[in-house]
């Protein structure tokens, strides 16, 4: 396994429109988490969905946007820390007027 991902690119969400991703480390690494970046363009969102079998931690690098937290939709910015414990619905949007930048894991990881 490669210890240091330097070159990894964006590529865009297999589903949602105007997201972006860069994966770091996924289960082709390991079976203990994947690790990416996600970039959503201002106006757009991840949909509402649910991850069975994995929990998705979250950080916020920067931006603005909202949290579906289960049927609430709440506030997140720069420096916010959340999660989506595995079988919670979630979503995220972008509300703001910059590209939203967030890390992502999930653990155990998604295959």
């Known amino acids: ?14 589903t949602q429109e105007g997201v972006f991703m ?3 480390f996924s289960s082709a690494d390991n079976d203990r988490l994947n690790n990416l970046e996600v970039n959503i363009v201002p106006g757009y969102c991840i949909n509402p969905h649910v991850h069975e079998e994995s929990s998705e ?22 420096g916010d820390a959340f999660v989506a414990p595995k079988g919670m619905n979630h979503g995220i949007k972008n509300v703001g007027n910059e590209t939203l930048v967030l890390f992502s894991t ?5 295959r």
């Open 106 to 110: 999930f653990s155990p990881a998604t």
């Open 1 to 14: 396994m490669e210890h240091i991902k330097k070159d990894a690119s964006f590529t865009k969400h297999p």
């Open 57 to 78: 931690f979250f950080y916020v690098v920067s931006g603005q946007g909202e949290f579906l937290d289960d049927t609430e939709w709440k506030p997140i910015k720069k």
């Open 22 to 24: 860069k994966h770091f």
